[in-house]
């Protein structure tokens, strides 16, 4: 693992994840299940809508948040596009919400969950070995897939925790092979009921492709996701439409040690906030993606795309920004009224 060359990892910025033991693991785990995972009610909505209390006074809320992130993104010469979700209290801010995006490695959480539906159906398991896969050099005229070769073989649960936490590539096709391709990814998505997004080739293509499109300027529906769908994504796992409690706990906690991206959703949020995300990065593309636990335990999901010629550091900036917006709207306490509604 420590041989794990730099061109593995997706170009997220981070510093990587420390290594911790099976029984650090298991009690993270127990904290996010009574943090970040036990308020959601039983009876929760649905990922293509969400539930809307007082409305009225709900709506002039989302409006107040949307005009501030809309003056934060009005200083970019780039396509933003942000989806934001309170998925307790109801309220959503939706800014270019079915224009797709690119992905770049918030793809990684398809994949994860699809191997973790596999898990659930008895296909595989967490400590069953799969090697990782390692881009082959190409000689000649490119194929329209990046060859790959088998490589360092390991537990698919250490896969995962590469592929999430440090956003390893060589781990994230392996997990991708696992299952049987990008194929399998696009079938989970669909029978989740996931529209906009999907997964075109492995993370070696993505990445040897990166550069052949300005994402600023053209809008590129490979391995790309609308705001809307990715938001989707992230209120059926968390509200346990979309995976089982054992293998939800197991995606939450890991995202919860994303290693990359300290500058972008991290940097919005007050220090202690709970929180679980995946970022991604490619030329001109910065996103990140998640779910925080608000202060009242309320989980509000959000995904944020950001293209432009800017570079990832102002991105970085501007998603942090976003966060904060975001975070500072829908942590006003509800009224008790709708807050208790909002958890039956």
Same mark, same amino acid.
């Given at each position: 693992? +420590?041989?794990?060359?730099?061109?593995?990892?997706?170009?997220?910025?981070?510093?990587?994840?420390?290594?911790?033991?099976?029984?650090?693991?298991?009690?993270?785990?127990?904290?996010?299940?009574?943090?970040?995972?036990?308020?959601?009610?039983? $009876?929760?909505?649905?990922?293509? !809508? =969400?539930?809307?209390?007082?409305?009225? @006074?709900?709506?002039?809320?989302?409006?107040?948040?949307?005009?501030?992130?809309?003056?934060?993104?009005? %200083?970019?010469?780039?396509?933003? !596009?942000?989806?934001?979700?309170?998925?307790?209290?109801?309220?959503?801010?939706?800014?270019?919400?079915?224009?797709?995006?690119? #992905?770049?490695?918030?793809?990684?959480?398809?994949?994860?969950?699809?191997?973790?539906?596999?898990?659930?159906?008895?296909?595989? %398991?967490?400590?069953?070995?799969?090697?990782?896969?390692?881009?082959?050099?190409?000689?000649?005229?490119?194929?329209?897939? @990046?060859?790959?070769?088998?490589?360092?073989?390991?537990?698919?649960?250490?896969? #995962?925790?590469?592929?999430?936490? %440090?956003?390893?590539?060589?781990?994230?096709?392996?997990?991708?092979?696992?299952?049987?391709?990008?194929?399998?990814?696009?079938?989970?998505?669909?029978?989740?009921?996931?529209?906009?997004?999907?997964?075109?080739?492995? #993370?070696?293509?993505?990445?040897?492709?990166?550069?052949?499109? +300005?994402?600023?300027?053209?809008?590129?529906?490979? *391995?790309?996701?609308?705001?809307?769908?990715?938001?989707?994504?992230? @209120?059926?796992?968390?509200?346990?439409?979309?995976?089982?409690?054992?293998?939800?706990?197991?995606?939450?906690?890991?995202?919860?040690?994303?290693?990359?991206?300290?500058?972008? #959703?991290?940097? !919005?949020?007050?220090?202690?906030?709970?929180?679980?995300?995946?970022?991604? *990065?490619?030329?001109?593309?910065?996103?990140?993606?998640?779910?925080?636990?608000?202060?009242?335990?309320?989980?509000?999901?959000?995904?944020?795309?950001?293209? $432009?010629?800017?570079?990832?550091?102002?991105?970085?900036?501007?998603? @942090?920004?976003?966060?904060?917006?975001? =975070?500072?709207? =829908?942590? %006003?306490?509800?009224?008790?009224?709708?807050?208790?509604?909002?958890?039956?």
């Amino acid at each position: 693992m +420590n041989g794990i060359s730099r061109v593995a990892r997706s170009r997220d910025d981070g510093n990587g994840l420390q290594k911790s033991g099976h029984a650090m693991r298991l009690r993270k785990i127990a904290l996010i299940v009574g943090a970040l995972i036990a308020i959601p009610a039983p $009876g929760a909505t649905a990922p293509a !809508g =969400y539930t809307r209390t007082a409305a009225t @006074a709900q709506d002039q809320r989302d409006l107040a948040i949307q005009q501030s992130v809309e003056a934060i993104i009005a %200083r970019s010469r780039g396509r933003i !596009g942000v989806a934001a979700a309170d998925l307790d209290g109801g309220g959503q801010v939706l800014i270019r919400a079915d224009m797709p995006f690119p #992905m770049a490695s918030t793809a990684k959480i398809a994949v994860a969950a699809t191997f973790l539906a596999g898990v659930e159906q008895g296909r595989f %398991r967490l400590d069953q070995s799969f090697p990782m896969m390692l881009p082959v050099v190409e000689r000649g005229e490119r194929s329209s897939t @990046a060859p790959l070769r088998a490589g360092p073989v390991m537990p698919a649960q250490s896969l #995962m925790e590469l592929s999430i936490t %440090r956003s390893d590539n060589h781990a994230t096709d392996g997990l991708i092979t696992a299952v049987g391709g990008v194929g399998a990814v696009n079938a989970w998505l669909a029978k989740t009921g996931i529209v906009g997004q999907h997964l075109d080739s492995t #993370m070696a293509t993505l990445v040897r492709d990166d550069g052949r499109v +300005n994402p600023a300027t053209t809008i590129d529906t490979r *391995t790309s996701s609308t705001p809307r769908a990715m938001l989707a994504l992230l @209120a059926a796992i968390d509200r346990g439409n979309a995976l089982s409690p054992q293998s939800r706990a197991v995606l939450l906690d890991t995202m919860t040690r994303t290693s990359t991206g300290k500058n972008r #959703m991290r940097a !919005g949020l007050p220090d202690g906030t709970v929180f679980a995300h995946k970022t991604g *990065t490619l030329a001109g593309v910065t996103d990140d993606v998640g779910i925080i636990r608000l202060p009242d335990g309320r989980h509000l999901a959000l995904a944020i795309f950001v293209t $432009g010629p800017e570079g990832h550091t102002p991105h970085a900036t501007m998603i @942090a920004q976003i966060t904060r917006a975001l =975070y500072d709207g =829908y942590a %006003r306490d509800l009224p008790r009224g709708d807050l208790q509604a909002s958890r039956r």
